[in-house]
């Protein structure tokens, strides 16, 4: 049971143009939500979160966008540079219970192109 | 110290020997998080302590895996007699801990094969 889901296993953008990475998530009580990056070899290094009490939250060129009752978020990056190829993780909490345990998309590879 | 460290960074073992995992946290952070990450998959939670106890152990797979964090900070994850299926990397994270919603700072794993 896939509570949290990234259904784009991998996406591939110009550099300088936009990004967006999608997630999906079933879970009604998950109130807060994180994207984390990571590159081989290192663990996941986190990105921008965003509470469910907000649908935007801006960070520089990254902007995660929450829309609660599709259960659905995005990630945004603009312009997009050659050192964002990495994985992304899409991840979500509960603060009601389970502390702060998140649970984890599957990731989506992005690379950047020059 | 500075960041979460995870050591080994690589354990090759034989099929039913015993494995410990060590991590040692963020100085400071009493909430401490054990994952495990299989090829392709996303970090899939294993245990969480809040200072010495274990408060959700509820993603360890079986009897096989155990963890302890004795003192608070160090934590140790202990697989027995181990099998293929629990190659994996495994991922140690820490937070401060709290009322509130903490980010976790991941250590770079343990990649554990087991043969």
């Known amino acids: 049971d896939q509570q949290v889901k990234q259904n784009s296993p991998s996406l591939s953008v110009q550099e300088g143009r936009i990004s967006i990475l999608n997630c999906d998530y079933t879970?009604?009580?998950?109130?807060?939500f994180l994207w984390y990056k990571k590159y081989p070899a290192e663990g996941p290094t986190f990105l921008i979160s965003?509470?469910?009490?907000?649908d935007k939250n801006e960070d520089g060129r990254f902007t995660v966008f929450l829309n609660k009752s599709a259960k659905h978020l995005s990630l945004h990056i603009v312009p997009s540079q050659p050192g964002d190829s990495a994985v992304y993780f899409c991840?979500?909490?509960?603060?009601?219970?389970?502390?702060?345990?998140?649970?984890f998309g599957t990731g989506t590879q992005l690379k950047v192109e020059l | 110290g500075a960041g979460v460290s995870q050591t080994p960074s690589n354990k090759v073992t034989e099929k039913g020997k015993y494995v410990e995992l060590r991590c040692d946290p963020i100085s400071g952070h009493t909430a401490l998080y054990w994952y495990r990450q299989s090829l392709g998959q996303g970090p899939e939670f294993l245990i969480y302590?809040?200072?010495?106890?274990?408060?959700?152990d509820s993603g360890l797979p079986n009897d096989r895996f155990f963890a302890v964090r004795p003192e608070g900070s160090v934590s140790t994850l202990k697989i027995q007699r181990t099998e293929r299926g629990d190659s994996a990397v495994y991922l140690c994270?820490?937070?401060?801990?709290?009322?509130?919603?903490?980010?976790?700072?991941f250590g770079a794993g343990s990649r554990l094969t087991v043969l």
């Open positions: 994270a820490s937070s401060p801990g709290g009322s509130g919603a903490n980010v976790l700072t």
């Open positions: 965003i509470s469910s009490i907000k």
């Open positions: 879970n009604s009580m998950f109130d807060y």
């Open positions: 302590f809040q200072g010495t106890g274990a408060a959700d």
């Open positions: 991840a979500a909490g509960g603060l009601t219970g389970g502390g702060n345990k998140l649970t």
